[in-house]
């Protein structure tokens, strides 16, 4: 019994957390005049400074995947990946944060790739 | 004739009241479900990973689970659900990394047309492309200043 409620707070805390990033975005939509590539960027470079200063791990462990899918976590692991390369050297920490998120980068890379081959675009159908 | 009147100010006003009017409420509320669902995926896909494969590293884990995430957002836009998703979704359906896949794919797509080089594969890079490179150096300068003050 114990189990199901820790999951799912754990549960509550995921949604909680990814809900509220994504709010900020939409607010950052609608009340400023910035696009949606802004808005990535700002995510991202302000995942790196939250992890730089040490904030983000704490949010990191409250709201697991809440604050890992949103963009903000690609922030989070570069400046992670940099901090842990930066322990063993100089080559590290200049690689160590794209490291940390290549799998992102090859896979979204990648499986573009090959649907852009297989699919047309849906406006151009009709 | 009845061009002359209509100054700037007449028009702004003509237009801000034929201008569909956003529902600043409606698109809060669905960002934060939606985002909030799409994370929720995100991570029974980490317990369900972590329940089938427990000897795996917590990286270990989390890179399958941007990659799965990755997939899904790339596939569902590949279909054309992804945009049906951000239409109603707006933030929502931007800021995970599933909208990073779609930033990749959409574009990627679009300009099929133009060729594989010119087309596919340099505008796959229209949002990606910033982002990659911000990310880049963020990260390097980040990973020098804690070579120099020995983090």
Known sequence: ?126 | MQRQNFDNKAYKEYVHNIMPRTNHLKTLIMAFVVGGIICIIGQIIHDVIRALFPYLERDAVNSYVTLIMIFLGSFLTAIGVYDDIGKFAGAGSIVPITGFANSVTSPAIEYKSEGVIYGIESKMFVVAGPIIVTGIVCSVIVGIIYLIIGG
């Open chain 1, 1 to 126: 019994m114990e189990g199901i409620i820790s999951t799912i707070l754990k549960y509550l805390a995921v949604f909680a957390t990814g809900g509220a990033l994504c709010l900020i975005g939409q607010l950052l939509i609608n009340y400023t005049k910035l696009t949606p590539a802004r808005i990535l960027v700002l995510f991202l470079v302000l995942g790196v400074i939250l992890q730089a200063v040490g904030v983000y791990q704490a949010v990191v462990d409250f709201g697991n995947a809440g604050a890992t899918i949103p963009i903000i976590g690609f922030g989070y692991s570069l400046a992670k990946g940099a901090m842990e390369g930066a322990k063993i050297g100089f080559l590290e920490a200049i690689s160590g944060g794209f490291k940390a998120v290549t799998i992102g980068i090859d896979s979204a890379i990648f499986f573009a790739y090959i649907f852009s081959l297989i699919f047309r675009s849906r406006t151009k159908k009709c």
